[in-house]
């Protein structure tokens, strides 16, 4: 699976979400189709309404189902959340693949 972290204090999260999307596929190794959950991170330094336009930017271009966690590493926020997101999307992959081993082989992370 892949955690994506997008900074919140950019202008443009979309695009820059967009930019590290592009980068897997062209990467290869099967990253782009990995399970994702994408973290909108320093939200800290967002008021409520920069965080809520910059949630709905994000919507607009995950696709469906995509977990979007809100988290701050400066404070901490968020980040059980999007620690029990992940271990909950890895055991879920693991339980998909227990019967497949060739499965098993795709779970090595690949430096990017």
Do not use: W
Not at 50 to 57: D, F, G, N, Q, V
Not at 58 to 85: D, M
């Amino acid at each position: 699976m892949v955690l994506h972290l997008v900074d919140g204090t950019l202008e443009d999260v979309a695009g820059a979400y967009r930019t590290i999307r592009e980068e897997l596929a062209e990467y290869g190794h099967g990253l782009a189709e990995k399970t994702e959950i994408v973290g909108l991170n320093k939200v800290d330094a967002l008021d409520p309404e920069a965080m809520s336009i910059k949630c709905r930017e994000l919507r607009r271009v995950v696709p469906a189902g995509t977990q979007i966690c809100l988290l701050s590493g400066a404070t901490g926020t968020g980040i059980k959340n999007t620690v029990e997101a992940v271990f909950d999307a890895l055991s879920q992959a693991r339980s998909d693949k227990k019967d497949d081993p060739e499965a098993a082989l795709s779970s090595v992370v690949h430096p990017v």
